[in-house]
């Protein structure tokens, strides 16, 4: 017999779906996929560009809800300054090359991170493709800017500890479920799916905390390089895996059948 509480997996519908609802992505390899060809790095970071659009349309068709990417991580400042520099030229030209055609797709966009530390251009461009695609009722594209796991579990925290200075909230009172309530994607259901290119298996201070119950996939293949095709080789191997969220697979059994 499945315990009372364990419904509340159903519920969220994170049981028994051959489609994700939210699928997360770090797209790695773009450098390398460059060097492979003899070409600056610069040009991967390009080329992944395009498999972005690819994949995003691809999302919208399957009727995923939500894409999450991971675009340039907390650490990713730690290279050489000519690089990141390029990277944020590319993220500027690119939004304001792409925001029409997915508002026209009815794609949502949502920045995570600490936006504070881009150059203010971009920090307006960014405010501006959030507020004109805001009511979209397509896919959510998360956007994961100058972000990182260990960050926005202490940014939650700093809420909380807020809250008990206000006395609006005890310290005894401070769990689990509140201090998710505080992160960046509280609002949007847990990534059903986690997928990595560029043949890295590690997270890299992703999604540290949305990702406790998230089904893992890796590839070889550079980010430039996935496509449509690709994505549905790790969708299918996501729904070939059995989600048991601590219970015993006869529990998932039969809650599924209920
Ligand atoms: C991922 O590709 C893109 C960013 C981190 C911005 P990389 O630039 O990390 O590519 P590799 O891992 O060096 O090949
Ligand atoms: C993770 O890739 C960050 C992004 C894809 C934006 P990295 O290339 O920065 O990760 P590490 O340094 O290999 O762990
Ligand atoms: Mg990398």
């Not at 986690?194 to 293949?221: C, K, P, V």
């Not at 549905?232 to 809650?255: K, N, P, W, Y």
Request: proline share 3%.
């Amino acid at each position: 017999m499945a315990e009372e509480g364990d419904t509340a997996v159903v519920e969220e519908g994170r049981l028994g779906r051959s489609m994700p609802r939210h699928v997360a992505i770090i797209m790695d390899g773009n450098g390398r996929w460059a060097e492979r060809r003899k070409l600056p790095r610069h040009f991967g970071h390009k080329a992944g560009v395009d498999a972005v659009r690819k994949v995003v349309s691809a999302c919208g068709e399957r009727g995923i809800e939500v894409l999450t990417l991971f675009a340039f991580s907390s650490e990713n400042w730690r290279r050489p300054a000519k690089e990141v520099g390029l990277l944020m030229e590319l993220f500027l030209t690119t939004l304001q090359k792409e925001i029409k055609r997915l508002h026209k797709n009815k794609v949502r966009i949502r920045l995570i991170g600490d936006l504070s530390a881009f150059p203010e251009k971009l920090q307006q461009r960014i405010a501006e493709a959030e507020r004109v695609t805001a009511d979209n009722d397509g896919l959510t594209l998360v956007i994961a800017a100058n972000y990182g796991g260990r960050w926005d579990i202490a940014q939650a925290a700093a809420r909380l500890a807020g809250q008990v200075k206000a006395g609006t909230l005890e310290p005894g009172q401070v769990d689990a479920e509140r201090l998710a309530a505080e992160l960046s994607l509280a609002d949007l259901p847990e990534p059903d799916l986690f997928i990595r290119t560029g043949g890295e298996q590690r997270i890299s201070n992703f999604l540290l905390w949305q990702l406790a119950y998230t089904e893992l996939y890796f590839t070889d293949r550079f980010w430039p390089d996935f496509d449509a095709e690709a994505l549905d080789e790790a969708i299918a191997s996501f729904g070939s895996r059995q989600r048991r969220f601590g219970m015993t697979g006869h529990q998932v059994e039969s809650l599924k059948g209920a």
